[in-house]
């Protein structure tokens, strides 16, 4: 029922205890009971967050000349992770609202590359796997670009469908590092073959690895080329508000070259109030995000960030061995945060209601029906009550024949 706005203000005292009560219902996350849209790097981590955005929360990103400060920090944190991802000497990008903001722009800049150096005209389309994030198919709705979205072989990404489908009107092909349906890493090497032999704009979703997989690698692991070593790849974007752990909303677009950037500038001087330059869709900035990013990312550094990796990569191992021992099996071979596993024997969203019950929420896969957590640092801390839980809420399934009604839902 809609409410009017009161007469009176109420004081702060009283608010605060009403949106208390208004949590009441919200999932644990800092219990480590989340295992979707909360990133839980531990106290320190979301004090520096609070505090960092809070000094720069009133400021706006819009005005770089009003804001010199926020213009260095952002031009900090873009450097970080052009760094951190083989980034040529005039590879740049900008710090966006959000991987679909992200995604929407490198879209967006292969779309006009398309027109204005290519020459193409008319229908346009790109092509990505059946895992790519649907924040692809939202920009190609809102530009009017067909999707051509392909088979995966294995989970991943099958360059020769993906091949197969690309034609002269192709201005972007998409592999996810990782995807997040099943978290795995597709073939960036095979599908930056292909990109330079075609000519072909090759886009990296990284939206969840950027941020990861680097640290995974200096820990040890065997993570596969996937970034801009690669000489297909374009553009990629890197949500700073997952696995850098940074304040939403906060994410990062790159680009192979300064060239190719500008591309994605929106420049219009038509109108009475003077010329208005925005390199992202949003007009406003909020400064918070900028300057939450900057400082957790100077706070942890390399160091910290191998550190909490490391957790998340030992969280994951540790729920996966428990999992498979209770009779799950596992899509694929994950190597970073995300545990997709499903189970041959009772139905996965039937466990996870039953995990809901426990106080633990994540999202869902549906093909095949797996349940499916995005781990945290903090979950190492919770893995072996995870895992008691799972325990639990499988025996319960295999001795109950009610039905589930309940539908996986990614969100609202």
């Not at 980034?87 to 992200?102: C, M, N, Q, V, Y």
């Not at 034609?167 to 092909?173: A, E």
């Amino acid at each position: 029922m809609r409410q009017p706005l009161p007469e009176t203000g109420t004081d702060w005292d009283t608010l605060k205890g009403r949106m208390a009560d208004y949590a009441a219902g919200d999932v644990r996350w800092r219990d480590g009971k989340t295992g979707v849209y909360v990133f839980n790097a531990g106290p320190e981590v979301e004090r520096v967050q609070k505090e960092a955005y809070a000094l720069f929360m009133s400021e706006n990103g819009l005005g770089p000349a009003a804001f010199p400060s926020l213009k260095r920090m952002e031009a900090e944190v873009v450097g970080f992770g052009l760094s951190l991802l083989h980034g040529p000497e005039d590879a740049t990008g900008s710090i966006t609202s959000g991987g679909t903001d992200s995604i929407t722009m490198a879209v967006k800049t292969a779309r006009d590359y398309a027109r204005k150096v290519k020459g193409l005209t008319g229908q346009l389309n790109i092509v990505l796997p059946r895992t790519a994030h649907p924040a692809f198919d939202k920009a190609c709705a809102v530009m009017e670009i067909e999707v051509r979205r392909t088979p995966v072989k294995d989970f991943l990404a099958d360059p020769t469908a993906i091949g197969a489908a690309a034609d002269d009107k192709t201005i972007m092909i998409v592999g996810s590092a990782p995807c997040f349906p099943y978290g795995l890493m597709d073939p960036i090497a095979a599908l930056s073959e292909l990109a330079v032999a075609r000519d072909l704009w090759l886009h990296v979703d990284a939206c969840v690895g950027g941020y990861i997989a680097p640290f995974v690698r200096m820990n040890g692991s065997d993570i596969a080329p996937f970034d801009f070593e690669l000489p297909g790849v374009k553009s990629m974007s890197a949500d700073l508000h997952k696995y850098g752990y940074c304040a939403k909303g906060a994410s990062t677009v790159f680009f192979r070259s300064a060239e190719l950037a500008r591309f994605m500038t929106f420049d219009f001087d038509v109108w009475p109030a003077g010329r208005m330059t925005t390199p992202t869709l949003s007009g406003t900035r909020p400064g918070g995000a900028t300057s939450a990013a900057w400082a957790v990312m100077n706070f942890l550094g390399v160091a910290g960030y191998r550190d909490k990796q490391g957790q998340v990569v030992a969280a994951r191992e540790k729920m996966q061995a428990g999992a498979e021992a209770l009779g799950f099996v596992t899509l694929g071979r994950p190597q970073l945060g995300i545990l997709s596993f499903t189970h041959p024997d009772v139905d996965c969203l039937a466990v996870w209601v039953k995990m809901r019950e426990r106080g633990w929420f994540s999202s869902m896969g549906t093909e095949p029906r797996a349940l499916h957590m995005m781990i945290s640092p903090f979950h190492l801390q919770v893995a072996d009550a995870y895992l008691a839980d799972l325990a639990w809420a499988l025996g319960e399934v295999k001795g109950s024949a009610k039905p589930v009604a309940a539908e996986a839902r990614y969100s609202g």
